[in-house]
């Protein structure tokens, strides 16, 4: 088989060496007779797998025993609503910086339970960015700041978090499409949530890690599974969790690890990410970011090409030579690269060499 260069913005490309062991490992588990997906989640080796990927979890977050490390379902989708039922009071307020698409659906549920106020909005005219350092408007006694760090769709991220500690107030994060590609800096983030299927793994689990103190704030009304004390005290075994899913993250993040860790991934989507920008930068306006160019993800790489028309042969172009996924959100249109951890350089090489070759044609 010929594997795709495949650019998709999640679920996206896995190691091929965690999708071989996946394979080979699938029909049994550790000399158990039976395979992960057959046995019970209270058993011994499955006990073994769930704590090895909570291991390596704490290990490549270098997140302090004051952080519990929560797996749970229902994507970071379900933390848009998760966030607020645990830590915003009925008599509360909780800022959101309004950064983008995945910003707006998590104030959008937040204002279902509880009051929200928008602590920074893009000035119209501006090229799409992040809020500068005293830019966020959080109210005095706010709950929580709300904070996305990499805004997936429009392609743009904090390049320093620390912004966010101005606030004041508990910071929450969601880090769903940059995980892992930077560190997390826990003197300014208190809850940082992040789905798995972009940077740690298949989809059908989602990380949640919440400094211990805060669990105490959750309202009483709260149902079971919604509460993040639940799952702290269960060790997430409070229910069933996706038992392969967390199975095969494991395999992704010993893969990281492997790979050098976070602070190899960091430099890696630097560099990945400058040779794609270069070509943009250096195209005379052929490609086009609309992004402030300090403010550019390092995984989500958004451009736009002349017209409608060129773009369509551009991604035509891609396609035949085994590129994929590269159209950008049916929401903002133009071209988008996503380049998480798991993507091969000999990918990004392809599509740096195919975007210089097809302007070069122009
Ligand atoms: C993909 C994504 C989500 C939604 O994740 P699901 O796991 O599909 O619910 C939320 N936030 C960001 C930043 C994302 O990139």
């Given amino acids: 088989m010929s594997r795709a260069h495949n650019f998709s913005a999640g679920p996206s490309a896995l190691p091929v060496s965690v999708l071989t ?30 704590n090895d990927t909570l291991d390596r979890l704490r290990r490549l977050s270098a997140a302090p025993d004051e952080v519990d490390i929560l797996l749970v379902q229902g994507g970071a989708t379900l933390q848009f609503a998760m966030v607020p039922y645990n830590l915003l009071p009925a008599d509360g307020t909780a800022a959101y910086a309004m950064t983008g ?44 700041l709300h904070a996305t760090s990499n805004e997936t769709i429009e392609g743009i991220r904090y390049p320093d978090l620390s912004v966010l500690a101005d606030a004041g107030t508990t910071v929450v994060t969601d880090m769903s499409s940059d995980i892992f590609t930077r560190p997390i800096d826990w003197d300014v983030v208190d809850v940082v949530y992040a789905g798995s299927q972009k940077n740690l793994g298949p989809a059908g689990v989602t990380v949640v890690w919440v400094k211990r103190e805060l669990l105490d704030r959750v309202p009483d009304s709260v149902p079971t599974y919604l509460r993040y004390r639940t799952h702290a005290e269960g060790n997430s075994l409070a229910n069933t969790p996706p038992v392969f899913a967390i199975w095969a993250m494991g395999k992704t993040l010993a893969w990281i690890e492997a790979s050098g860790g976070v602070a190899a991934m960091e ?86 060499s195919y975007m210089e070759r097809f302007a070069g044609d122009r």
């Fill in 101 to 144: 698409s995945w910003a707006a659906k998590a104030e959008a549920d937040a204002a279902r339970i509880g009051r929200v106020h928008e602590a920074w909005v893009r000035p119209d005219g501006d090229p799409l960015r992040m809020p500068h350092r005293g830019e966020l408007d959080v109210p005095a006694g706010a709950a929580y």
């Fill in 21 to 50: 062991e996946l394979a080979e490992e699938l029909p049994e588990l550790g000399g158990s007779g039976m395979s992960v997906l057959e046995m019970s989640h209270r058993s011994g080796p499955y006990e073994a797998v769930h």
């Fill in 267 to 352: 430099s890696r989507a630097a560099k990945r990410s400058g040779r794609v920008y270069e070509v943009i930068d250096r195209s005379g306006g052929f490609y086009a970011s609309p992004v402030l160019p300090e403010h550019r993800s390092l995984t989500n790489l958004v451009f736009r090409l002349p017209d409608d028309e060129t773009q369509a042969a551009f991604l035509a172009g891609a396609e035949a030579e085994g590129m994929s996924n590269l159209k950008g959100h049916r929401s903002v249109g133009g071209v988008r690269a996503s380049i998480y951890n798991a993507l091969d350089d000999g990918s990004v090489e392809a599509l740096v």
